[in-house]
Every structure is written in C-alpha cells, then in structure tokens.
Nanobody, 115 residues
Framework: QVKLVESGGGLVQAGGSLRLSCAAS????????IAWYRQAPGKQRELVAA???????NYADSVKGRFTVSRDNAKNTVYLQMNSLKPEDTAVYYC?????????WGQGTQVTVSS
C-alpha cells in the first residue's frame, strides 16, 4: 500500500520561507508526474507545480520565481521550497503522484502566512 505523507507546513510571516516534504512509502511503479497542489478556504484545489517525465517543471504563474520543486530519489521524497511567502499562499498543500496504474494523494499540510 503506497502512502504519501506531507510535512513541513506551519505558520510563517510574509516574506518568510518554508520547505514542504512529501515522503512516499511503498513502491510506486512507473511514475509519470509528481506535483504539488493547494487548496485555500472556499476555493478550488489548484496546481502549484508539476514535474513530469521528460518535461521541465511547470509552475503556476503565482509562484514562479518563489517556489522550487526538488527530489531526493534515495529517500523517496519530494520537496517544495517556498520563499518570499505571501498571505495569499495560505492553503492546505497536497502532494500528488500520477503513476502508470494509480494516482496517489497525500493528506495535506497546512501553510499559513501572516501579514
């Protein structure tokens, strides 16, 4: 049973930084895409960044230049480095993996940016 577990969320002041982690337990066969989504209260879940095989990382316009996706394959972990955070970045952040036969979602981690 594959499980994705996010961590690293919290409360930070505007202009600050956080690094989210998404650790995968279990073996995922043929990963196509690893992505981060977020959902703010009263809003739809939106794509933050997507790292697909054979493509450059795609970032939402609202986070370009501030957020960076990286991986540590040895640890089965994906990171989302978030710099210059803004109050509008406040949301629950989810990691997502699209594989050959299944899609996986983490449980989410809350990020709150105070002004």
């Amino acid at each position: 049973q594959v499980k994705l577990v996010e961590s690293g969320g919290g409360l930070v002041q505007a202009g600050g930084s956080l690094r989210l982690s998404c650790a995968a337990s279990g073996s995922i066969f043929s990963v196509n895409t690893i992505a981060w989504y977020r959902q703010a209260p009263g809003k739809q879940r939106e794509l933050v960044a997507a790292d697909s095989v054979g493509e450059t990382v795609n970032y939402a316009d609202s986070v370009k230049g501030r957020f960076t996706v990286s991986r540590d394959n040895a640890k089965n972990t994906v990171y989302l480095q978030m710099n210059s955070l803004k109050p509008e970045d406040t949301a629950v952040y989810y990691c997502y993996v699209k594989a050959a036969y299944n899609d996986y979602w983490g449980q989410g981690t809350q990020v709150t940016v105070s002004s």
